[in-house]
């Protein structure tokens, strides 16, 4: 029984490349969220999302930062024309959707800029 | 807005002392409250989770509480090992998301 899975578990991309973050949730899990953790700070939320749906972006950049929960297939969070300052760890959440439902987190990527 | 404040920032204790690590939050509509460790480079271990129902958790050496009215939550270790040394983080589930403080990084030295 597999818990979230995230990949890559490490990421390297040149300024201006665009990074693809996966996240698989866990089986029976219909709701997906992404987190960031900058060096040295706690998690910030990112998005919540349903399958095929946005739910709540608020802390989602304005720009070049996108995510999708397709009706098949992983969750995707997409930055576009990477920064030194995107470099971060990034965490995957999953839950069954029901309001007081734990999440239960995968073990990350670690994006790094150069 | 849902906010989650942790204190201290950083601890460190002799090993076998009893330690309390606080957590205060504004959301009076809380879900639940999570306890979590992060050890250096990694990924999140979920220690303890209160409904909002309830007041307090155990589990081993762990024993966390929750007090709803005063928005507050305590996450208590006994008799503390150098493997404990670690980020614990704080995190409050309201109707939509799952909202961390800033944690308190623990550090017990032998």
């Known amino acids: 029984n597999a818990g979230v899975m995230q990949n890559p578990r490490h990421l390297v991309r040149r300024r201006g490349q665009e990074a693809r973050l996966r996240c698989s949730p866990m089986k029976g899990h219909s709701h997906v969220y992404w987190y960031r953790q900058l060096p040295e700070e706690g998690l910030k939320f990112m998005v919540y999302l349903q399958k095929e749906n946005i739910i709540d972006e608020s802390g989602m950049p304005k720009e070049r930062f996108s995510a999708e929960f397709p009706k098949e297939g992983p969750s995707i969070l997409r930055i576009q024309q990477v920064v030194r300052g995107d470099s971060a760890a990034y965490f995957c959440?999953?839950?069954?959707?029901?309001?007081?439902?734990?999440?239960?987190f995968g073990n990350g990527t670690r994006l790094t800029v150069t | 807005k849902q906010e989650v404040t942790q204190i201290p920032a950083a601890l460190s204790v002799p090993e076998g002392e009893n330690l309390v690590l606080n957590c205060s939050f504004t959301?009076?509509?809380?879900?639940?409250l999570q306890w979590f460790r992060q050890d250096p480079g990694k990924g999140l271990t979920s220690l303890l989770l209160?409904?909002?129902?309830?007041r307090e958790q155990t589990s081993g050496r762990l024993n966390a509480s929750l007090d709803k009215s005063s928005g507050r939550s305590t996450l208590y270790i006994a008799a503390s090992q150098p493997g404990d040394s670690a980020t614990y983080l704080c995190?409050?589930?309201?109707?939509?998301?799952?909202?961390f403080g800033q944690g308190t990084r623990l550090t017990i030295n032998p």
């Open positions: 959301d009076s509509a809380i879900y639940n």
């Open positions: 959440a999953s839950s069954p959707g029901t309001a007081d439902s734990p999440l239960h």
């Open positions: 209160i409904q909002s129902s309830q």
């Open positions: 995190a409050e589930q309201g109707a939509q998301k799952l909202v």
